[in-house]
């Protein structure tokens, strides 16, 4: 049986991310297709864990740690479950992989992107998502939604504009680089536009 297709959502806090996946999620189960929704950091019990340590606001963790916090916790998800699930034929849709690690602790944290790359290689071994969908949006407007919620930030989302405006950049840089990979999607639309240019983006992979 061939590897079955990681697809991956990215984009900075805001951007709709884990609305899109659930539309997908739906949209795809539909049309027929086993498919698995996880995130990141998490997915298991040990990523779990970490994800607890990484967005409480209460700790302060140190931009080296964090990036290799990420790291450990991709490193536990892709072994205990993404491999295993990409054997079996399941077509996996994945909230957060490498690309944030780039953006948020390479160019948000100005850890360099090489570095974190290196970093994430190690402990993925290697594994690349099929297809990455990239949520773009003002970081103004992701941040003004992330007001809306109501909720508690963590302790990312408390950064200031700077640091937001860094991770954006990046993305977009990362999507100039990876264009066959990357397929940017206007955040600003609504859900039904969003959903119908991501289905438009994986279409070849279904």
């Known amino acids: 049986m061939a590897r079955s297709k990681l697809i991956t959502i990215e984009g900075i806090d805001g951007a709709g991310k884990s609305t899109l996946a659930g539309a997908l999620v739906r949209e795809l189960t539909a049309r027929g297709r ?4 996880l995130r990141e950091p998490g997915g298991v019990d040990v990523s779990e864990r970490i994800r607890a340590l990484v967005k409480d606001p209460a700790l302060a963790v ?11 916790a991709r490193a536990q998800l892709v072994q205990e479950l993404l491999s295993p699930l990409l ?7 994945l909230d957060r992989f490498v690309d944030s690690s780039l953006a948020y602790q ?22 690349t998502p099929d ?29 200031g504009e700077r640091f937001f405006a860094r991770i954006a950049a ?7 680089e990876e264009p066959e990979r990357i397929r940017p999607i206007d955040a600003g639309q609504t859900l039904e536009d969003v959903l119908r240019d991501a289905l438009a983006a994986i279409e070849d992979l279904l």
């Open 170 to 176: 990046a993305y977009d840089e990362l999507a100039d």
């Open 87 to 93: 054997e079996q034929g399941t077509l996996i849709l």
């Open 131 to 159: 297809r990455t969908l990239l949520l773009r949006i003002d970081p103004a407007l992701g941040r003004a939604r992330q007001d809306e919620r109501a909720l508690q930030p963590d302790r990312l989302e408390r950064e």
């Open 106 to 127: 390479g160019a948000g944290r100005e850890l360099g992107v090489e570095e974190v790359r290196h970093i994430n290689e190690f402990a993925t071994a290697g594994l």
């Open 62 to 72: 140190a931009p080296r740690a964090e990036a290799l916090l990420y790291a450990a």
């Open 34 to 37: 086993q498919v698995e929704l």
